[in-house]
């Protein structure tokens, strides 16, 4: 079974300012994890992944995130916040996908609030 | 990556009605799966749909409530029965491929 905890249901930072948004995960079998952003009245927008291969991922708009193993984190990371980051992220783990098969688990989201 | 189409995009229902929401991939996938995003909160999986075999329900969701059909390997239907304000959420479908999901749209649902 596989699951995902992130720390901080609200985050806030200035314009410019680096975001980070954390993300825990539980996998009995090696993970596959991503993020996802969902802008207000839209649907999920996937920013990254990881699949095993690269520890560092580097997703769309300037995020990136690094798995790592001994602290069985993949936090999400961006230098400097733009007004348009504002947004409800997800951090979601699947197990290995075999044939493309195998269910997405979602953590709770952190909302960020961008403020100038 | 897949593009996925879902229809409608929102609906207001009354309640004891039944709503049914479709999703149509452009490639041909093996699972399909459907969730549920309640106001303010994440996404919780109701069914994983395979073609030509039953949907597998999570815990908490039966198939009496949230019937699914999935009838060839791009289309795939879920229907909110007996809906009750309770119901109101976003509804979405996602497909897996390769190492990635995708996801529709999604359908805004507000029963009354």
């Known amino acids: 079974a596989q699951s995902v905890t992130q720390l901080g249901s609200h985050v806030s930072v200035s314009e410019g300012a680096l975001v980070l948004l954390r993300c825990n995960y539980s996998s009995s079998v090696p993970p596959y994890l991503f993020w996802y952003v969902q802008y207000p009245n839209q649907g999920l927008q996937l920013l990254l992944k990881?699949?095993?291969?690269?520890?560092l991922v580097k997703g769309i708009n300037g995020f990136e995130a690094e798995f790592k193993k001994s602290e069985t984190s993949f936090h999400l990371t961006k230098p400097s916040a733009h007004m348009s980051d504002a947004a409800e992220y997800f951090c979601a783990v699947s197990g290995v996908l075999t044939g493309g098969g195998n269910k997405l688990t979602f953590g709770t989201g952190t909302q960020l609030k961008v403020e100038l | 990556s897949a593009v996925i189409s879902q229809k409608p995009s929102r609906d207001i229902c009354q309640r004891g009605t039944s709503l049914t929401i479709q999703c149509q991939v452009d490639s041909q996938v093996t699972m399909m799966f459907w969730y549920r995003q309640q106001p303010g909160q994440s996404l919780t999986l109701i069914a994983t749909a395979n073609q030509g075999s039953e949907a597998t329900y999570e815990s908490g969701f039966v198939i009496d409530k949230f019937p699914i059909s999935r009838p060839n390997l791009t289309f795939s239907t879920l229907t909110v029965s007996n809906m009750s304000p309770e119901d109101s959420s976003i509804y979405l479908c996602s497909v897996a491929q390769g190492r990635g999901y995708t996801f529709g749209s999604g359908t805004r649902l507000t029963v009354v």
């Open positions: 990881y699949t095993s291969a690269a520890t």
